[in-house]
């Protein structure tokens, strides 16, 4: 999992799915995007979570998110949290 969608995660901040697919995860891995930040004009500026095309996911993809969310989700928040989560599911 790219390191800032586990920051999302640790921040308790809304993650879309397709951040959590194995074709995201690996683009990020290979072309560098796994920082949290970029340098701009203005210095330096946090990157958000790209949730463009978040409502075109497959069922697939959809269930491996989930579960790396709900598996995310306890281990920085705990079992009561990651259960709601489940239970959402």
């Not at 500026?45 to 409502?55: I, M, R, V, Y």
Request: charge should be negative.
């Amino acid at each position: 999992i790219p390191i800032k969608v586990e920051d999302a995660f640790k921040h308790y901040r809304y993650v879309p799915y397709t951040a959590l697919m194995h074709t995201a995860c690996s683009k990020a891995f290979l072309h560098g995007e796994d920082s949290s930040f970029v340098f701009t004009q203005d210095g330096l500026t946090a990157k958000g979570l790209d949730h463009s095309n978040e409502l075109a996911i497959t069922t697939v993809d959809w269930v491996a998110a989930a579960k790396a969310a709900e598996e995310r989700t306890l281990h920085h928040w705990g079992e009561a949290r990651a259960s709601a989560l489940v239970s959402h599911h």
